[in-house]
């Protein structure tokens, strides 16, 4: 498994597992990041932080370090 912010821009995954505090996984929940879905990371702002990834159809921007606790397993490319 890979953390989300080790993924390139473009590479696609389905999120294995997340770790955090509570409330940082309650929060990630609410934006619709949950086990077994499949995401897109799209790119890092310019200084590296924060990371904007795609989940469905919606765009999501969360910080490095909330996604330093997102692992995935990268998908390859069809």
């Known amino acids: 498994m890979t ?3 080790s993924l390139k821009p473009q590479e696609r995954g ?3 597992s997340i770790t955090g505090s ?10 619709g990041l949950f086990e077994g ?3 897109q990371f799209l790119g890092k702002a310019p200084l590296g932080d924060p990371l904007e990834i795609q989940v469905g159809t919606t ?3 969360i910080r490095k370090k909330d996604a330093q606790g997102i ?3 990268t998908l390859t490319q069809e």
């Open 14 to 16: 389905r999120i294995h």
């Open 71 to 73: 692992l995935v397993q």
């Open 22 to 31: 509570p409330a940082v996984v309650q929060r990630l929940a609410e934006l």
């Open 37 to 39: 879905e499949e995401i």
């Open 3 to 5: 953390p989300l912010d």
């Open 59 to 61: 765009t999501l921007s």
